[in-house]
């Protein structure tokens, strides 16, 4: 399998719809003069385009597409090629209904939208192959096509009698017999025994929706019917062009929450794509928060994105101003695109695409921010915008194949968890907040420019120091053992409140817990309480007193040592914060949800204690200005980027050389205008 794209640069692309443009050459003849000014060097094609492709069925049309080809190749375009399968004609939707999904009520969806298709029906996996064997055997040798586009944001689920016999076979394969399912589903709770396979049906509405198992293991089950139907669309891909890496945009991060992407398990998706590629839409500019929020927020995503494989990852979309589906659709302001756009470059993405290059004409996203709008001019804000991130791309290049630092954090986030935690019905519906929880954790890493993994319960925990585990409400006896040997062999553990209480069936630990869970942290937690959102206690800990909300663990120590005590309510003077030490290492306790400054004074102790700190070539005053590190074998770059709307001075500590601008920099202070950015690079 290709584990890398073959590219002299980093890629500066993106979506791009000619097939809207046929009747207008022109048109397509004047986007590609004015890609090369803008250094655009790819051009992602075929996103949706089916019934350009194949306007009827077995009569194909591939005439648009060679003209997209000959002209990229004229001009050195790399092509992302994608497969239509996002959305399908409707001749095909009219011969054969069983393309078309089924909602969780059992009505089958009419003809309509896009990324609706039910992903069993063996018709359409079959009309997939065909099409994307047509392509590869068509495209498969262009010298210009680097990277195939599966499909595109996969989503969503279908409940059609096809996809329930699947799920059916699944829960035979996984449960073996009904006996085993029903114990697991705890099922003799309000008579709800399966006697046959056949009684197995999806979680609905107007059913199931309180089998909290069932809940799970549809979601497990919707993450590996999608994995299914993808790995037999890349079949023929595989087979006719084992050269050419494979990738489908992921997404997540979206407003107003930058929650990470819900619905599919990504850490399982990433191991069948060669690349993680994925969309971003930081709501930059926006009325609610501040940048370097959502800046610190857009960094986690990307690290999230990184963490998947552990490997550099592609931005295959972003708008280059504003988007039509915010609920304000505001541009972004300038120096905003290259701050966005460098920012995921220091993360380790290869690449800035968009969404789109070209606006559509009509439609719903006629009013989406493109690269060249309906105006078709050189002289909008946008365009230069663009142009200016080209230009700092190719000012880039010789950093083309730097890669992240080694972190030495890493925090666990699990999506088994996150869907389980979500469906208990306990504690409170609104203050569960995992994904919040973790993005205030990070922040606390972020400020300090302390490089942090997000990783998944599989990770190999001995490359960290310090490990973070919020909220892991679901937890596996494999993964409190491994957590126990990270801390024995040396290693600092920091697990919150509602931690290790349910085992991967959903079912709750017996007793105190799990045997390794409580003799690393060294505690029993007896009791949680919930609070009202008004309802504040007190945490005393290293002299100062912090606020805490939401939820409270009730803690007798074994072997911990207390830390940290409530300051109110009944457990007044208990423990609130222990610290366990085991083996070589420290397990950390944090029994309660407190505010940003204690997590704040928290990790900044640890930082110290272990030494956490990178040696940059700048100091910084302030948060709103972040540093990202990539390095190569000879060189370490520096992405200084400030996320504020007011100049921002730092102090530079040794002399260095800005790579976007060629000037070599004295010791001293730099100023950073507003959304300013520098790239500086030491020479080792
Ligand atoms: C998604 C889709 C694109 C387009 C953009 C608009 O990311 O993949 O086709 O709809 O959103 O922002
Ligand atoms: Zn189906």
Same mark, same amino acid.
């Given at each position: 399998?290709?584990?890398?794209?073959?590219?002299?640069?980093?890629?500066?692309?993106?979506?791009?719809?000619?097939?809207?443009?046929?009747?207008?050459?022109?048109?397509?003849?004047?986007?590609?003069?004015?890609?090369?000014?803008?250094?655009?060097?790819?051009?992602?094609?075929?996103?949706?385009?089916?019934?350009?492709?194949?306007?009827?069925?077995?009569?194909?049309?591939?005439?648009?597409?060679?003209?997209?080809?000959?002209?990229?190749?004229?001009?050195?375009?790399?092509?992302?090629?994608?497969?239509?399968?996002?959305?399908?004609?409707?001749?095909?939707?009219?011969?054969?209904?069983?393309?078309?999904?089924?909602?969780?009520?059992?009505?089958?969806?009419?003809?309509?939208?896009?990324?609706?298709?039910?992903?069993?029906?063996?018709?359409?996996?079959?009309?997939?192959?065909?099409?994307?064997?047509?392509?590869?055997?068509?495209?498969?040798?262009?010298?210009?096509?680097?990277?195939?586009?599966?499909?595109?944001?996969?989503?969503?689920?279908?409940?059609?009698?096809?996809?329930?016999?699947?799920?059916?076979?699944?829960?035979?394969?996984?449960?073996?017999?009904?006996?085993?399912?029903?114990?697991?589903?705890?099922?003799?709770?309000?008579?709800?025994?399966?006697?046959?396979?056949?009684?197995?049906?999806?979680?609905?509405?107007?059913?199931?929706?309180?089998?909290?198992?069932?809940?799970?293991?549809?979601?497990?089950?919707?993450?590996?019917?999608?994995?299914?139907?993808?790995?037999?669309?890349?079949?023929?891909?595989?087979?006719?062009?084992?050269?050419?890496?494979?990738?489908?945009?992921?997404?997540?991060?979206?407003?107003?929450?930058?929650?990470?992407?819900?619905?599919?398990?990504?850490?399982?998706?990433?191991?069948?794509?060669?690349?993680?590629?994925?969309?971003?839409?930081?709501?930059?500019?926006?009325?609610?928060?501040?940048?370097?929020?959502?800046?610190?927020?857009?960094?986690?995503?990307?690290?999230?994105?990184?963490?998947?494989?552990?490997?550099?990852?592609?931005?295959?979309?972003?708008?280059?101003?504003?988007?039509?589906?915010?609920?304000?659709?505001?541009?972004?302001?300038?120096?905003?695109?290259?701050?966005?756009?460098?920012?995921?470059?220091?993360?380790?993405?290869?690449?800035?695409?968009?969404?789109?290059?070209?606006?559509?004409?009509?439609?719903?996203?006629?009013?989406?921010?493109?690269?060249?709008?309906?105006?078709?001019?050189?002289?909008?804000?946008?365009?230069?915008?663009?142009?200016?991130?080209?230009?700092?791309?190719?000012?880039?290049?010789?950093?083309?194949?730097?890669?992240?630092?080694?972190?030495?954090?890493?925090?666990?986030?699990?999506?088994?968890?996150?869907?389980?935690?979500?469906?208990?019905?306990?504690?409170?519906?609104?203050?569960?907040?995992?994904?919040?929880?973790?993005?205030?954790?990070?922040?606390?890493?972020?400020?300090?420019?302390?490089?942090?993994?997000?990783?998944?319960?599989?990770?190999?925990?001995?490359?960290?120091?310090?490990?973070?585990?919020?909220?892991?409400?679901?937890?596996?006896?494999?993964?409190?053992?491994?957590?126990?040997?990270?801390?024995?062999?040396?290693?600092?553990? +920091?697990?919150? @409140?509602?931690?290790? $209480?349910?085992? =991967?069936?959903?079912? &709750?630990?017996?007793?105190? *817990?799990?045997?390794?869970?409580?003799?690393?942290?060294?505690?029993?937690?007896?009791?949680?309480?919930?609070?009202?959102?008004?309802?504040?206690?007190?945490?005393?800990?290293?002299?100062?007193?912090?606020? +805490?909300?939401? @939820?409270?663990?009730? $803690?007798?120590? =074994?072997?911990?040592? &207390?830390?940290?005590?409530? *300051?109110?309510?009944?457990?007044?003077?208990?423990?609130?914060?222990?610290?366990?030490?085991?083996?070589?290492?420290?397990?950390?306790?944090?029994?309660?949800?407190?505010?940003?400054?204690?997590?704040?004074?928290?990790?900044?102790?640890?930082?110290?204690?272990?030494?956490?700190?990178?040696?940059?070539?700048?100091?910084?005053?302030?948060?709103?200005?972040?540093?990202?590190?990539?390095?190569?074998?000879?060189?370490?770059?520096?992405?200084?980027?400030?996320?504020?709307?007011?100049?921002?001075?730092?102090?530079?500590?040794?002399?260095?050389?800005?790579?976007?601008?060629?000037?070599?920099?004295?010791?001293?202070?730099?100023?950073?205008?507003?959304?300013?950015?520098?790239?500086?690079?030491?020479?080792?």
């Amino acid at each position: 399998m290709p584990d890398r794209l073959n590219v002299r640069n980093f890629i500066h692309g993106g979506d791009y719809n000619p097939d809207q443009w046929t009747d207008h050459p022109e048109i397509i003849a004047k986007d590609f003069e004015m890609f090369k000014e803008a250094r655009i060097n790819s051009v992602t094609v075929g996103i949706f385009a089916w019934d350009k492709l194949e306007p009827s069925e077995g009569t194909y049309d591939f005439s648009w597409l060679d003209d997209v080809f000959d002209r990229a190749e004229k001009q050195g375009c790399h092509v992302i090629l994608s497969t239509p399968s996002g959305a399908r004609p409707r001749w095909m939707a009219e011969k054969y209904p069983e393309v078309l999904r089924v909602d969780e009520t059992g009505r089958r969806q009419l003809f309509g939208e896009r990324h609706n298709h039910c992903y069993t029906s063996p018709v359409y996996r079959k009309k997939v192959q065909e099409i994307n064997r047509k392509l590869a055997e068509r495209y498969g040798k262009r010298e210009s096509l680097v990277l195939w586009h599966i499909s595109n944001e996969c989503g969503g689920e279908c409940h059609c009698e096809l996809c329930q016999q699947e799920f059916r076979k699944w829960m035979k394969e996984k449960y073996k017999t009904l006996d085993n399912l029903n114990r697991c589903y705890w099922n003799e709770f309000w008579s709800h025994l399966y006697t046959s396979w056949d009684q197995i049906h999806s979680p609905s509405s107007i059913g199931d929706s309180n089998v909290l198992g069932l809940n799970l293991d549809w979601h497990r089950f919707v993450t590996d019917r999608t994995i299914d139907f993808f790995e037999n669309e890349i079949a023929p891909l595989r087979e006719l062009t084992p050269n050419i890496p494979v990738t489908t945009n992921f997404m997540g991060g979206n407003p107003p929450d930058s929650h990470v992407f819900y619905d599919l398990d990504y850490q399982k998706f990433a191991k069948h794509v060669d690349i993680v590629s994925w969309d971003s839409y930081p709501n930059w500019a926006n009325g609610y928060e501040t940048t370097e929020k959502l800046a610190a927020k857009t960094a986690l995503m990307n690290d999230v994105m990184h963490g998947l494989k552990h490997q550099n990852y592609l931005i295959m979309e972003n708008t280059p101003s504003q988007v039509n589906w915010h609920p304000v659709n505001r541009a972004k302001l300038p120096g905003m695109h290259q701050m966005g756009s460098l920012q995921e470059i220091a993360h380790g993405a290869d690449s800035v695409m968009y969404f789109q290059l070209h606006q559509s004409r009509g439609a719903s996203e006629m009013f989406h921010g493109a690269v060249i709008t309906n105006k078709l001019s050189n002289k909008t804000r946008v365009f230069k915008d663009v142009k200016q991130v080209g230009e700092a791309l190719d000012s880039l290049a010789e950093a083309k194949d730097s890669k992240r630092l080694d972190a030495k954090v890493a925090i666990v986030f699990d999506y088994d968890n996150m869907w389980a935690l979500d469906d208990a019905r306990a504690y409170s519906n609104q203050s569960k907040k995992y994904w919040e929880t973790i993005q205030r954790h990070y922040k606390a890493f972020w400020d300090r420019d302390i490089p942090v993994d997000i990783v998944s319960v599989e990770a190999d925990l001995s490359r960290y120091e310090l490990v973070i585990d919020p909220m892991h409400f679901m937890m596996t006896t494999e993964f409190a053992a491994k957590l126990q040997e990270f801390v024995k062999a040396g290693g600092t553990l +920091v697990g919150t @409140y509602v931690n290790g $209480i349910v085992d =991967e069936n959903f079912l &709750t630990y017996l007793g105190p *817990g799990m045997d390794a869970w409580l003799k690393t942290y060294g505690l029993e937690v007896t009791e949680t309480d919930t609070l009202y959102p008004e309802q504040k206690n007190k945490l005393e800990i290293f002299g100062k007193t912090y606020d +805490v909300c939401d @939820y409270c663990d009730l $803690i007798e120590p =074994e072997t911990a040592k &207390t830390i940290g005590t409530y *300051g109110d309510f009944f457990y007044k003077g208990t423990p609130a914060v222990t610290e366990n030490k085991l083996g070589k290492g420290t397990a950390w306790y944090l029994g309660c949800r407190s505010d940003d400054e204690f997590l704040s004074d928290f990790y900044e102790k640890l930082a110290q204690d272990l030494n956490l700190a990178l040696d940059l070539p700048v100091k910084k005053a302030s948060s709103k200005v972040s540093v990202q590190v990539r390095q190569t074998k000879e060189a370490d770059y520096f992405f200084i980027i400030n996320f504020g709307h007011e100049e921002q001075n730092v102090e530079l500590l040794r002399r260095t050389e800005d790579v976007l601008t060629r000037e070599t920099h004295e010791k001293g202070s730099l100023v950073l205008g507003a959304y300013d950015v520098k790239v500086l690079k030491e020479t080792r």
